[in-house]
């Protein structure tokens, strides 16, 4: 038996994404995920929930940056690889 640590085949989650998959499996999760807080938000701040609304915003925010940020790195990676090949 190998007891040796063997790097792992796919990415971490720290690394920039690879394939467009990727991408698209976090704005289908984090893109609905920030139009449903966004909602809420709305729907809290008319019942009289401000605090509710509040996280709902911050929810919101973090699914916005999450979606932003894997997509930004993506670009940079395609962009970044082009350019070395070119």
Do not use: C
């Not at 720290?14 to 704005?27: C, N």
Request: hydrophobic letters at 45%; glycine letters at 8%; proline letters at 6%.
């Amino acid at each position: 038996m190998n007891t040796e640590h063997q790097p792992l085949s796919h990415p971490r989650g720290s690394e920039p994404p690879q394939k467009l998959v990727i991408v698209v499996g976090v704005w289908l999760i984090f893109g609905t995920t920030a139009l449903a807080a966004i909602a809420a938000v709305f729907f809290y701040w008319e019942i009289g929930k401000p605090l509710a609304a509040i996280v709902s915003l911050g929810i919101a925010l973090f699914s916005a940056l999450v979606t932003a940020q894997a997509t930004r790195s993506f670009r940079r990676r395609q962009y970044g690889e082009d350019q070395n090949h070119g």
